[in-house]
């Protein structure tokens, strides 16, 4: 089993729809919690991060951690064709230290017009 | 803004040629780190490094050396390329303390398309 798992799509949604992806993790000492936004052929760029559970917003995004059953989703409020891209998930244990960074393979969103 | 550069953004190399990817970058970061990224596997960390000429083994080091010289620079070599090296290759950086922000909160490169035939 991997430690972090996320369903690679491809993800297809109409413009303007919410769009929720999500990852489940199985290594409970994860603390930090952080999504990525990868266009094609560019490196990721990082999109939100989160400390333990609970939401956080930005604009149209809201990240939200459920560390009670290891699951973390990223929500997109009236998406745009310019979402179109892969959103990865990553997450770590944050404690003293450097600490690795376990990354989702990915979901690929694509928002029609 | 973070900024992080690699050297090419496509390379194209015959197997057994020694292959040298460059990043660097402008923050003052103390961490780099050097990933390959491919279809179904997801992001994978080759090697990182905390601090000049320090380096650390990450989950695929197998045909991969790094040097880290300068604290902007992070070099990674293919020893003798493969063609099971083809792959895109990214670059990151991240502070080492919080200042508010996770460590873990890694800025990443545009990335360099390699193929080995």
């Known amino acids: 089993q991997k430690e972090v798992e996320q369903d690679p799509g491809p993800l297809s949604v109409p413009e303007g729809a919410i769009v929720s992806l999500n990852c489940t993790y199985s290594?409970?000492?994860?603390?930090?919690f952080m999504w990525y936004r990868q266009y094609s052929r560019k490196g990721p760029e990082l999109l939100m991060y989160?400390?333990?559970?609970g939401n956080k917003e930005d604009g149209r995004f809201t990240a939200q951690v459920d560390k009670s059953s290891k699951y973390i989703s990223l929500f997109i409020r009236d998406s745009q064709p310019s979402d179109s891209a892969t959103y990865l998930c990553a997450m770590s244990g944050g404690a003293g230290g450097y600490q690795k960074v376990t990354f989702g393979i990915g979901t690929k969103l694509q928002v029609i017009p | 803004d973070v900024k992080v550069t690699q050297s090419s953004r496509y390379l194209v190399k015959r197997t057994g040629e020694k292959v040298f990817l460059e990043c660097v970058q402008d923050?003052?970061?103390?961490?780099m780190f050097w990933y390959r990224q491919d279809p179904g596997l997801g992001l994978r960390l080759i090697y990182f490094?905390?601090?000049?000429?320090?380096?650390e083994k990450g989950d695929i080091p197998e045909g991969y050396s790094v040097s880290r010289e300068k604290k902007e620079r992070f070099s990674l070599i293919l020893e003798s390329a493969s063609t099971n090296q083809t792959s895109m290759y990214l670059c990151?950086?991240?502070?080492?303390?919080?200042?508010?922000?996770?460590?873990?909160?890694?800025?990443f490169g545009p990335g360099t398309r390699l193929l080995v035939l």
């Open positions: 923050m003052d970061h103390e961490n």
């Open positions: 290594n409970s000492a994860f603390q930090y």
């Open positions: 989160t400390y333990s559970s």
């Open positions: 490094s905390y601090d000049v000429k320090m380096k």
């Open positions: 990151a950086s991240s502070l080492w303390t919080s200042g508010g922000q996770p460590q873990e909160t890694q800025y």
